[in-house]
């Protein structure tokens, strides 16, 4: 049975002037038209085709070899298009826009607004549609991630405790302001790590490896400091966005890692740049 919504791998039964048609077993044949034919490559009766599968204008089943920006349950942060007394269009990155309904939206937007949505197959009506009502579909399984360990994080709303963020696509989680050491906006997605998992069963977050010492993070900044010659453009008053950008941690930790180099004369520090002695 094809999915609506996700990718599928399809096989070519026939040719046509407008393009193939795939077998959609149960769904019957599938035309993925002419336009969305991979150019170069083998389609023969046969063949197998790697495509997306959605409902047209007319509520057809469709193919097509364009990657969207999200599949059925998934999350992204979309733009929103158009709006009409049915609700919100969004771009998802093809041809027919994703409908975001009134009844699903969160706070109100306007055309031009980007909105964090998990996109569902409605079971009524077989279309994909979009929700900006999150808390349904995250933290319903056990959380089971190590301290330390890498995650996935899309930023979903800032707090006055700091971000929120979706941890895998599957969990809350909660950057605090003391750990959004560089620039943040709703919808970016970033590298993150399990800082702590707290009894209530609430997740922190961080932006920088945890339990990094200062001493593993000197190392780092003297295996740089070998690759570029000696020195690097980076010191004492360099803005915290530099520091994020070229080794991942927070300025207060960076001044830590070169103070203790500069305490066992390996470096020379400099407002702008730090240099091997």
Known sequence: MALIGRFNSLQVIKHTDFGLYLDGGPDGEILLPNRYVPKGEPCDVGDWLNVFLYLDSEDRLIATTEQPKVQVGGFASLKVLAINSIGLFLDWGLPKDLLLPHSEEKRPLQVGDYCVVHVYLDKRSKRITATARLDRYLDLLPASYAV??????????????????????????????????????????????????????????????????????????????????????????????????????????????????????????????????
């Open 148 to 277: 330390g360990e890498v995650v996935d994080l899309l930023v979903v709303e800032k707090t006055d405790l700091g971000f929120k963020a979706i941890i895998n696509g599957k969990h809350w989680g909660l950057i605090h302001k003391n750990e959004a050491f560089k620039f943040l906006r709703v919808g970016s997605q970033e590298k993150g790590f399990i800082k702590e998992l707290r009894a209530d069963g609430k997740i922190s977050l961080s932006l920088q490896p945890v339990g990094q010492g200062a001493g593993e993070l000197g190392e780092q900044i003297l295996e740089q400091l070998r690759r570029h010659d000696g020195r690097l453009a980076v010191g004492d008053k360099s803005p915290p966005e530099l520091v994020a950008k070229l080794f991942g941690v927070s300025k207060g930790n960076f001044k830590k890692a070169i103070g203790g180099l500069y305490k066992r004369g390996l470096i020379v520090i400099h407002d702008e740049s730090i240099e091997l002695t």
